[in-house]
């Protein structure tokens, strides 16, 4: 092909002056450097660590070369770690000579048994700037940059034009560079660090997620529904600390100024200061503002629509088949069995059977239209104790063995109906709230038992369902921030209500956030049958920092490679390891300085 003179005349610096260790291209310094020595193992995108620095021009190249000559070169290599393993006179050489035997013998099966590419990769780097002081500034930037990724760099003296050369559009590789920074590399190791591979991932809508590995913009539209995204939902887990709690409400704030409805449920008290710069309702869920009546009837979103395109269509139809009254006889059974620890069957069917009669008594059966009611028609726990007492005393006087059943159940529920814990669930619903933006703090229950947390937090979930699922038009993220207060392994049932949540999410315009610091609770095995179901569903995960058993249990949940691993074992906050179905990145949340305004004082910030 001929030259095209036009444009390197365009292309080409007025003047260039040579020096020892640089260069002068027109008003410009520059400074070359090649890459010597890479990671034995290489990090999810490693070379953009080094490639993508501001100020500077990278020059990647690789040739292949012949794989048995290279095989045989290889297997003497090993064999000469193997010896100085042997013979080392200290343990650190016995530790690095035995971890290049150990990189060299996975090389080599790669290459040999799965058939890999090697080949000579050849990174220059040039740093530009208009003054010295700036160019020393880039200069050490990048250096620093590669020893953090264990890679060695060498100022290449008396090369300078060669090493222009070879970074320049207008020439190709430049053999006197060549032979000083040729190194054999397998292919797969130079693709899965290449910088251009990582270009971002852009919805045509949404919103600015953060950055990945390479520094390319992430624009995120969790309602897209196309391919393997097929819900809204999302996980988030890692450890405290690692930036969690931040990269949530960065989430949630975008969501709501995209108009969506936002409902959080809160433990911590995190969200308190963001839900009042929202404009939204913040109500105190322990006691106070926010009391939900247990025995108060949820009334649910009656489908007129066939959906064949949902995966649990006909599970869903079934229970849609019930009446308001069983699914609540059936999310009663739930909360009475978190309640009391020592229920047994027979004081439930008891229960149950108590709560049919009682119902009867206010008027509301099978087919009674719930919509209709008011918060004041219901009956409360002291209405259910006192039902409950009477029959006692009847069974009793009818000399009935039975009131000792009885007898015994409404002991049990004196506590709610009358005593410490009636200032939660005895009385009328008062939590109710059309505000698009929800926050349901339960922090004054932190000194409480965890059967109580996990109780209300039960309870709290089936009213944050309800309104998800009212009305399909409107798009609603509920948010469940330590969602491990759920898991009871004697009751497995409110990680199924949970997971049945998730999977009909879809079908209401609704995402559920799952946040939890941990994924071992999950992965019980009591309770892995919904767990990891729940961890598994959503098309959106996001993964941070993790290690000891929770990092070898997400290993094994999302088949992590050894990057990943490296990436989460990092602990970096801020960085996490992003699914959106099945394509996954290194994600960077580098949140605007106006959101954080928003984000208040407490948790991540």
């Given at each position: 092909m001929?030259?095209?003179?036009?444009?390197?005349?365009?292309i080409?610096?007025?003047?260039?002056?040579?020096?020892k260790?640089?260069?002068i291209?027109?008003?410009?310094n520059?400074?070359?450097?090649?890459?010597i020595?890479?990671?034995?193992?290489?990090?999810?995108?490693?070379?953009?660590?080094i490639?993508?620095?501001?100020?500077?021009?990278?020059?990647i190249?690789f040739?292949?070369v012949?794989?048995?000559?290279?095989?045989?070169?290889?297997?003497k290599n090993i064999s000469?770690y193997?010896?100085?393993a042997?013979?080392?006179?200290?343990e650190?050489?016995?530790?690095?000579?035995?971890?290049?035997e150990?990189?060299?013998?996975?090389l080599?099966?790669?290459?040999d048994?799965?058939?890999?590419?090697?080949?000579?990769v050849?990174?220059?780097?040039?740093?530009?700037a208009?003054?010295?002081?700036t160019?020393?500034?880039?200069?050490?930037?990048?250096k620093?940059?590669?020893?953090?990724?264990?890679?060695?760099?060498?100022?290449?003296?008396?090369?300078?034009?060669d090493?222009?050369?070879?970074?320049?559009?207008?020439?190709g590789k430049?053999?006197?560079?060549s032979?000083m920074?040729d190194?054999?590399?397998?292919?797969?190791?130079?693709?899965?660090g290449?910088?251009?591979?990582?270009?971002?991932y852009t919805?045509?809508?949404?919103?600015?997620?953060?950055?990945?590995?390479?520094g390319?913009?992430?624009?995120?539209?969790?309602?897209?529904?196309?391919?393997?995204?097929?819900n809204?939902?999302?996980?988030?887990l890692?450890?405290?600390?690692?930036?969690?709690?931040?990269?949530?409400?960065?989430?949630?704030?975008?969501?709501?100024?995209?108009?969506?409805?936002?409902?959080i449920?809160?433990?911590e008290?995190?969200?308190?200061?963001m839900?009042?710069?929202?404009?939204?309702?913040?109500?105190?869920?322990?006691?106070?503002?926010?009391?939900?009546?247990?025995l108060?009837?949820?009334?649910?979103?009656?489908?007129?629509?066939?959906?064949?395109?949902?995966?649990?269509?006909?599970?869903?139809?079934?229970?849609?088949?019930l009446?308001?009254l069983?699914?609540?006889?059936?999310?009663?059974?739930?909360?009475?069995?978190?309640?009391?620890?020592s229920?047994?069957?027979t004081k439930?069917a008891?229960?149950?059977?108590?709560?049919?009669e009682?119902?009867?008594?206010?008027?509301?059966?099978?087919?009674?239209?719930?919509?209709k009611?008011?918060?004041?028609?219901y009956?409360?726990m002291?209405?259910l104790?006192?039902?409950?007492?009477?029959?006692?005393?009847?069974?009793?006087?009818?000399?009935?063995?039975?009131?000792?059943?009885?007898?015994?159940?409404?002991?049990?529920?004196?506590?709610?109906?009358?005593?410490?814990?009636?200032?939660?669930?005895?009385g009328?619903?008062?939590?109710?709230?059309d505000?698009?933006?929800?926050?349901?703090?339960?922090?004054?229950?932190?000194?409480?038992s965890e059967?109580?947390k996990?109780?209300?937090?039960?309870?709290?979930?089936?009213?944050?369902?309800?309104?998800?699922?009212?009305?399909r038009t409107e798009k609603?993220?509920?948010?469940?921030d330590?969602?491990?207060?759920?898991?009871?392994?004697r009751?497995?049932?409110?990680?199924?209500?949970l997971?049945?949540?998730?999977?009909?999410?879809?079908?209401?315009?609704?995402?559920?956030?799952?946040?939890s610091?941990?994924?071992?609770d999950?992965?019980?095995e009591?309770?892995?049958m919904?767990?990891q179901?729940?961890?598994?569903l959503?098309?959106?995960?996001?993964?941070?920092g993790?290690?000891?058993e929770?990092?070898?249990?997400?290993?094994?949940?999302y088949?992590?490679?050894?990057?990943e691993e490296e990436?989460l074992?990092?602990?970096?906050r801020g960085?996490?390891l992003?699914?959106?179905?099945?394509?996954?990145?290194?994600?960077?949340?580098?949140i605007p300085?106006?959101?954080k305004?928003?984000?208040?004082?407490?948790?991540?910030?």
């Amino acid at each position: 092909m001929e030259k095209n003179r036009a444009l390197l005349d365009v292309i080409a610096p007025m003047n260039v002056k040579i020096k020892k260790d640089s260069l002068i291209l027109g008003e410009n310094n520059a400074q070359c450097f090649g890459v010597i020595s890479y990671p034995q193992s290489a990090k999810y995108g490693w070379l953009s660590e080094i490639t993508n620095i501001p100020g500077t021009v990278a020059s990647i190249s690789f040739e292949t070369v012949n794989s048995g000559e290279f095989l045989e070169h290889l297997n003497k290599n090993i064999s000469v770690y193997a010896s100085e393993a042997r013979d080392a006179k200290n343990e650190l050489e016995r530790l690095r000579a035995e971890q290049a035997e150990k990189s060299g013998k996975q090389l080599l099966k790669r290459i040999d048994i799965g058939g890999e590419q090697v080949g000579l990769v050849s990174t220059a780097i040039m740093s530009v700037a208009g003054d010295n002081e700036t160019i020393g500034k880039i200069s050490r930037r990048q250096k620093s940059a590669a020893s953090l990724i264990k890679c060695k760099e060498r100022l290449l003296s008396f090369r300078q034009l060669d090493a222009f050369s070879q970074i320049s559009p207008t020439s190709g590789k430049n053999k006197n560079i060549s032979s000083m920074i040729d190194r054999v590399m397998p292919l797969s190791s130079v693709v899965y660090g290449f910088p251009h591979s990582h270009g971002g991932y852009t919805d045509d809508d949404g919103y600015y997620l953060g950055m990945d590995g390479a520094g390319g913009l992430v624009i995120l539209d969790t309602w897209k529904r196309s391919g393997d995204r097929t819900n809204s939902n999302m996980v988030v887990l890692g450890i405290n600390g690692t930036g969690k709690s931040t990269a949530v409400k960065h989430i949630i704030l975008n969501e709501f100024m995209l108009g969506k409805r936002i409902i959080i449920i809160d433990p911590e008290r995190e969200y308190k200061d963001m839900c009042k710069a929202c404009g939204g309702d913040w109500i105190n869920a322990a006691g106070g503002k926010g009391k939900i009546n247990p025995l108060q009837i949820k009334v649910s979103s009656k489908d007129t629509q066939d959906d064949d395109s949902y995966e649990d269509n006909e599970e869903d139809t079934e229970e849609e088949k019930l009446s308001e009254l069983a699914i609540h006889l059936k999310n009663l059974e739930v909360f009475f069995s978190l309640y009391i620890n020592s229920l047994t069957d027979t004081k439930l069917a008891i229960i149950k059977r108590s709560l049919i009669e009682l119902y009867k008594i206010f008027n509301i059966d099978w087919d009674t239209d719930n919509s209709k009611l008011k918060a004041e028609d219901y009956p409360i726990m002291e209405d259910l104790y006192n039902y409950i007492l009477s029959e006692a005393e009847r069974m009793k006087d009818e000399g009935d063995d039975q009131f000792k059943e009885y007898e015994d159940i409404a002991r049990l529920f004196e506590d709610v109906a009358k005593g410490g814990d009636s200032f939660l669930w005895n009385g009328h619903t008062t939590l109710n709230s059309d505000a698009q933006f929800v926050v349901l703090d339960t922090k004054d229950l932190q000194d409480s038992s965890e059967r109580i947390k996990g109780t209300e937090y039960y309870l709290l979930s089936t009213w944050m369902w309800a309104e998800m699922s009212r009305d399909r038009t409107e798009k609603v993220v509920g948010v469940f921030d330590e969602a491990y207060l759920l898991i009871d392994k004697r009751v497995p049932q409110t990680l199924a209500f949970l997971r049945n949540a998730s999977k009909r999410c879809r079908k209401y315009e609704g995402s559920m956030i799952i946040i939890s610091h941990s994924v071992v609770d999950f992965l019980d095995e009591s309770v892995k049958m919904y767990g990891q179901a729940l961890l598994d569903l959503p098309t959106y995960k996001f993964i941070f920092g993790c290690d000891g058993e929770n990092l070898k249990q997400t290993k094994q949940l999302y088949n992590l490679n050894d990057s990943e691993e490296e990436l989460l074992l990092s602990k970096n906050r801020g960085h996490a390891l992003f699914f959106a179905g099945s394509k996954r990145m290194h994600l960077n949340f580098k949140i605007p300085e106006y959101e954080k305004e928003y984000m208040g004082n407490a948790g991540g910030r």
